[in-house]
């Protein structure tokens, strides 16, 4: 049985059962147990419990966004593919179409079960890194702050198929900064990246094929570190990625043990 639940004092203590667990603790939670402790009081989150013979098997922390027709388990507590699949089955009951995202431990053998047999497309293994300025890398390209002037070469450039699109990311200018790397006036690479929490995150750049192989990731990524200050900065990258995991080396970002992640995605529930 699944359910809606209002509050976490009869949960608490399973919760926190998972904080250890190498197979079965939660990303989110070991990064920011905010994502949990906080999410009654957003109102674009909702936490569901699943029982069996009275006992809970798992908890988990939903993202909705009916507007957008996306959802996403920021939170999920359990090591029992029933309750991953009880999970997945009431969301398909009260949001049928919707794009739906599951952020969770690469040991967790329950919920890629489940996932994989509800068509799941799975990306990468990915690594946390943290940085804190200042960044030792000397920058070799001139950096600033996104202006009117280059808005047309970013938006032409920017990717589409994501959430965060040029256009939303301009229209949440208390959520986002844009920084651009400019060779003249052309617009070379950009970096989307929060700036109003404790530990921000870039969410997408992007570098001319024309200008590969100049470190530009790390021309931008080493200003928005300076511009960050005096707040961290967090870099999610492909596990596999041994040359974007120099660069965030190179600029001063490092390997968070214990928090490598994967995303299932299953595109229409």
């Avoid at 996104?146 to 949440?172: C, F, I, N, P």
């Amino acid at each position: 049985m699944i359910k809606q639940v209002f509050d976490l004092d009869e949960y608490l203590g399973f919760c926190e059962s998972f904080k250890k667990d190498s197979e079965y603790s939660d990303p989110h939670f070991t990064y920011s147990p905010d994502t949990l402790y906080s999410a009654f009081s957003r109102s674009d989150r909702s936490v569901y419990a699943v029982f069996d013979e009275g006992k809970i098997i798992g908890l988990f922390v939903l993202l909705i966004l009916p507007e957008d027709s996306y959802a996403e388990m920021l939170i999920g507590f359990s090591k029992e593919e029933k309750a991953y699949s009880e999970l997945i089955e009431m969301m398909k009951e009260k949001y049928a179409g919707f794009t739906m995202d599951f952020v969770f431990n690469p040991a967790n053998r329950a919920i890629r079960e489940v996932l994989g047999e509800n068509g799941a497309l799975f990306y990468p293994e990915q690594v946390r890194m943290v940085a804190k300025a200042p960044s030792p890398y000397q920058p070799r390209h001139r950096v600033e702050l996104l202006s009117e002037k280059y808005e047309g070469q970013y938006r032409a450039m920017h990717t589409v198929d994501t959430y965060w699109t040029a256009e939303r990311v301009l229209s949440a200018k208390d959520r986002f900064r844009v920084y651009v790397a400019l060779s003249g006036d052309e617009v070379v690479g950009y970096l989307d990246v929060t700036y109003c929490f404790p530990k921000n995150e870039p969410y997408d750049f992007k570098v001319k094929e024309s200008h590969e192989n100049e470190m530009i990731e790390a021309d931008l990524l080493s200003y928005a570190l300076k511009q960050n200050q005096p707040n961290k900065m967090m870099y999610l990258v492909d596990a596999d990625n041994e040359a974007e995991i120099a660069i965030l080396e190179a600029v001063g970002f490092k390997r968070i043990e214990g928090q490598n992640s994967v995303t299932g995605t299953i595109g229409c529930l």
